[in-house]
Nanobody
Framework: QVQLVESGGGLVQPGGSLRLSCAVS????????MGWYRQAPGKQRELVAD???????TYADFVKGRFTISRDKRKNTIDLQMNSLKPEDTAVYYC????????????WGQGTQVTVSS
């Protein structure tokens, strides 16, 4: 069974930093892309950043230069370092992984709340 568990969310003041982590547990699978989406109240879920198996990264324009995604393939984890946080970054952040077991599918974490407020 595959599980994704996120950690690291919380409350931070504008201009502050947070680091989110996501770990994939289980066995007998291959992980391709991994990444982070977010969903603010009343808005659609949107891509924040992702990283391929060859460590190629993609960032949404609204986080370029502020967020950095990284991956540890040995541990099956990804991190999202978030700097210069803004109130509009407030959202639930979801980790996903593109995984092949018998079939290839996207798996999701439960989400972690990030609140940027003074």
């Amino acid at each position: 069974q595959v599980q994704l568990v996120e950690s690291g969310g919380g409350l931070v003041q504008p201009g502050g930093s947070l680091r989110l982590s996501c770990a994939v547990s289980g066995s007998g699978f291959t992980i391709y892309n991994m990444g982070w989406y977010r969903q603010a109240p009343g808005k659609q879920r949107e891509l924040v950043a992702d990283i391929t198996g060859s460590d190629s990264t993609t960032y949404a324009d609204f986080v370029k230069g502020r967020f950095t995604i990284s991956r540890d393939k040995r541990k099956n984890t990804i991190d999202l370092q978030m700097n210069s946080l803004k109130p509009e970054d407030t959202a639930v952040y979801y980790c996903y992984a593109d995984i092949k077991r018998t079939m290839r599918a996207d798996y999701w974490g439960q989400g972690t709340q990030v609140t940027v407020s003074s």
